[in-house]
């Protein structure tokens, strides 16, 4: 797994990696939400600190359309409780349009977030036995 993203200068490896983010609200400022293409996976940052990542499988419809399933996201345990899987996916479907792909929410976490926010519905496609076939 990367630690770093495009752009950014990579940890000390000598130095201890933070097994918290402190206590308290995380300003949204310091969360960076970045396509790691090469592992086919959004990271999310808080600082310097790499929390989390959402993957995805860039696939088509049976149309020909282009298609990003998001199929597992994880915010790293010691980083848990602070929020950051909301802008995770928020920002993964976001890219995700912006780039011109339709969305396919697999993951669960996704499924339910899409369900209560609603500012994609009209760029999102269910999941079929198709995508579900991509994964065996």
Same mark, same amino acid.
């Given at each position: 797994?990367?630690?770093? &993203?495009?752009? @950014? ?5 000598? &130095?201890?990696? +933070?097994?918290? *983010?402190?206590?308290?609200? =995380?300003?949204?400022?310091? =969360?960076?939400?970045?396509?790691? #293409?090469?592992?086919?996976? !959004? ?13 995805? *499988? +860039?696939?088509?419809?049976? @149309? ?7 199929? %597992? ?5 010691? !980083?848990?409780? %602070?929020? /950051? &899987? &909301? +802008? *995770?996916?928020?920002? $993964?479907?976001? @890219?995700?349009? $912006? ?8 993951? +669960? ?14 760029? /999102?496609?269910?999941?079929?036995? $198709?995508?579900? #076939? /991509? !994964?065996?």
């Amino acid at each position: 797994m990367t630690d770093t &993203a495009a752009g @950014q200068s990579p940890r000390n490896e000598n &130095a201890q990696a +933070p097994t918290s *983010l402190g206590d308290g609200p =995380i300003d949204p400022a310091r =969360i960076t939400v970045t396509d790691n #293409a090469d592992e086919s996976r !959004f990271d999310i940052t808080v600082g310097d600190t790499h929390v989390g990542f959402s993957m995805y *499988l +860039p696939t088509e419809s049976a @149309q020909g359309v282009p298609q990003r399933i998001l199929y %597992h996201t994880v915010v790293f345990e010691q !980083f848990g409780g %602070h929020g /950051l &899987a &909301a +802008p *995770l996916t928020e920002q $993964a479907i976001a @890219q995700s349009v $912006a780039a011109g792909y339709r969305v396919v929410a697999m993951c +669960p976490y996704v499924k339910k977030w899409v369900t209560k926010h609603h500012e994609f519905d009209d760029r /999102l496609d269910p999941v079929t036995p $198709a995508h579900l #076939a /991509l !994964f065996g």
